[in-house]
């Protein structure tokens, strides 16, 4: 497996998160986000469901434009099938409640932070790990405010295992990043999308989905 030199304050592994001590996100969730979620616990529900299967599908676009980068292969192929199990998890709670799935919608949060990755293949690579790893961090921030909010259950300890895979997710993108391009291009592009994705995060209005 490829190593990489951890230098952004990632933190190893979180055994127990209540929140994410060592994010590197610069806007904080404003606990209105988990009010909105609770008070309509089943469009959240349906939100969160597409977007574990968008983050499959997202994972499989990767290894499927970079066949021959094999860490990130093989990487993304594990998360692809991460991803999807945690979408037939999420499904299991919507059919419990007497739900059903509902068509995709467009994310607008993914969108916005799409429209920011340059062209040109390395400076693509980059945009693409750095914003998947950012998106990652985001939702392991918004999956632990959830289960914090949450009466202590089922229900809570699965958005706790969650949020601890998406913390995981965080991580394995950047380093990826690391194993794949120099230090000063990460670190230079790191600091403006953490600001791009702040802005376009505090910009978004609040409601019961992930973003
Ligand atoms: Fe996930
Ligand atoms: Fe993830």
């Known amino acids: 497996m490829f190593t990489a030199d951890l230098a952004f304050n990632i933190p190893p592994t979180c055994p127990a998160i209540r929140t994410m001590p060592q994010s590197p996100l610069r806007y904080t969730t404003p606990p209105a986000w988990t009010e909105l979620v609770l008070a309509d616990f089943d469009s959240f529900l349906l939100d969160h469901a597409a977007a574990e299967k968008k983050a499959s599908g997202m994972a499989i676009a990767m290894l499927s434009h970079y066949p021959d980068r094999v860490e990130l292969v093989a990487a993304m192929a594990d998360l692809a099938v991460e991803e999807l199990t945690h979408y ?71 958005y706790q295992s969650i949020a601890r895979s998406e913390e995981r997710h965080y991580t394995l993108f950047l380093q990826l990043a690391q ?33």
């Open 88 to 158: 037939r998890e999420v499904v299991k709670w919507i059919h419990r409640r007497g739900l059903i799935t509902a068509a995709d919608r467009k994310d607008p949060y993914v969108l916005a932070l799409r429209d920011c990755m340059r062209r040109g293949r390395e400076v693509y690579l980059l945009d693409r790990l750095l914003t998947a790893s950012i998106i990652e961090a985001r939702g392991a921030e918004r999956f632990a405010l959830v289960a914090n909010a949450l009466q202590a259950g089922p229900l809570q300890r699965f």
């Open 179 to 211: 194993h794949y391009l120099a230090r000063e291009q990460i670190q230079q592009r790191w600091e403006e999308l953490l600001d791009i994705e702040a802005a376009i995060a505090a910009d978004l209005p609040l409601r019961a989905a992930l973003h």
